[in-house]
C-alpha cells in the first residue's frame, strides 16, 4: 500500500508499522530483535529499503538455502 512507502512516512511512523505490525507494541517489547524481528525491518525504519526489497531479498533467500529434492525418491537431499 502506498501509505507505507518510505516517501509517504516518517521515521517515526515507519518505526511504529513495524512495532505494530510483530505485535511488539501488544507486548510493550522495546528491545526486541532477532534474524527476521524487529532488526530485520532496521533499513525499512531508517528509510534505506522499502519492506518488499525486503521480503524479496528474504524470498530469494530462503530459496537458495533450501534443499534440493533428490533425483531418487521423493525425500530431500541431505
Known sequence: MD???I????????EQIV???????????DDCGGRYGYDFYEPYIDGEKEISELTQAFRASYVSDSKVPSKSGCG???
Open 19 to 29: 512495532k505494530e505490525a510483530l505485535g511488539y507494541s501488544e507486548f510493550g517489547c
Open 76 to 78: 530431500y537431499a541431505r
Open 3 to 5: 501509505k507505507f512507502l
Open 7 to 14: 516517501k509517504n512516512t516518517t521515521k517515526e511512523q515507519r
